[in-house]
T-cell receptor, first 116, second 111 residues
Framework: GAVVSQHPSWVICKSGTSVKIECRSL??????MFWYRQFPKQSLMLMAT?????????EQGVEKDKFLINHASLTLSTLTVTSAHPEDSSFYIC????????????FGPGTRLTVL | DAKTTQPTSMDCAEGRAANLPCNHS???????VYWYRQIHSQGPQYIIH???NNETNEMASLIITEDRKSSTLILPHATLRDTAVYYC????????????FGTGTSLTVIP
């Protein structure tokens, strides 16, 4: 199956700083990537859809100015958490559809963000 | 996309079949049923999907009722490594491609 990587796998930062998370598709071109957030013992919540060459589409309630998404190439999407606060501490996961008409998705391994 | 209902948790003895149910009574005719699982602190892993016919692959079998209002994921011989949260998702295959996850079933395989 398709391989999706994320970097870093975990990050600890101070409150008020910005953190960038990368999502890469390693063996195919991804025009679309999705970003999810998962708090402890909860399910994944879709945050936004990242589209190569255009603006991201955000889910209701997600602040686009706080969670900046850049999909600059067909293999890379980045999520920047700006002015991070402790409540932004979460597990961030990206995914991308992979071919075919039935489009099962492949997920990255996730990035654990801890804001102190 | 249709909502799904799954039991919160289940136990299964190692080596036995694990049968995970999912109700999707409002599913539309063009919505597929997808199953994913998430092992702790990892990204979700694709298991199987289907439209109306039963499906089988190297990981699992998917049984969809004739009226498509429910389905069952079967892990034929559960191992300890199958302990995970299992998500049943229904979605039209080409509608933006995003998945909306429900609460899933936490499966614990017991030695």
């Amino acid at each position: 199956g398709a391989v999706v990587s994320q970097h870093p796998s975990w990050v600890i930062c101070k409150s008020g700083t910005s953190v960038k998370i990368e999502c890469r598709s390693l063996d195919f071109q991804a025009t679309t990537m999705f970003w999810y957030r998962q708090f402890p013992k909860q399910s994944l919540m879709l945050m936004a859809t990242s589209n190569e060459g255009s603006k991201a589409t955000y889910e209701q309630g997600v602040e686009k100015d706080k969670f900046l998404i850049n999909h600059a190439s067909l293999t890379l999407s980045t999520l920047t958490v700006t002015s991070a606060h402790p409540e932004d501490s979460s597990f961030y996961i990206c995914s991308t559809p992979y071919g075919g008409t039935e489009n099962e998705q492949f997920f990255g391994p996730g990035t654990r963000l801890t804001v102190l | 996309d249709a909502k799904t209902t799954q039991p919160t948790s289940m136990d299964c003895a190692e080596g036995r079949a694990a049968n995970l149910p999912c109700n999707h009574s409002t599913i539309s005719g063009n919505e597929y049923v997808y199953w994913y699982r998430q092992i702790h602190s990892q990204g979700p892993q694709y298991i199987i999907h289907g439209l109306k016919n039963n499906e089988t692959n190297e990981m699992a079998s998917l049984i969809i009722t004739e009226d498509r209002k429910s389905s069952t994921l079967i892990l034929p011989h559960a191992t300890l490594r199958d302990t995970a949260v299992y998500y049943c998702i229904v979605r039209v295959s080409n509608t933006g491609n995003q998945f909306y996850f429900g609460t899933g079933t936490s499966l614990t395989v017991i030695p």
